[in-house]
């Protein structure tokens, strides 16, 4: 359930809006679950692999996520110059 206000998802939705201009599609985030548990900041790290893209917790030394692109060839996608 939702407990924002009505204020804070006007907010949200506002910089969201903002972010999308200006090429952030991202939708939904990793996150470690022990830096969760034990209130940290998150500390991640993102790169490629032999296999894919791992996310790595740079707190605990240990993988979130290890995305295995089963040999794919991928496109990598120019980013936009930030207004």
């Not at 791992?54 to 979130?64: A, G, S």
């Not at 060839?73 to 120019?78: A, F, N, P, Y």
Request: aromatic share 6%; glycine share 8%; hydrophobic share 35%.
């Amino acid at each position: 359930m939702n407990n924002l206000t009505k204020e804070e998802t006007a907010f949200l939705e506002q910089r969201t809006l903002e972010a999308n201009k200006r090429g952030h599609e991202i939708i939904s985030y990793w996150h470690c679950s022990k830096c969760c548990d034990e209130d940290n900041p998150q500390r991640i790290g993102v790169g490629w692999t032999p296999k894919g893209i791992q996310v790595w917790c740079e707190i605990h030394n240990e993988n979130v996520q290890h995305i295995d692109l089963l040999g794919q060839k991928i496109g990598i996608v120019e980013a936009m110059e930030v207004a």
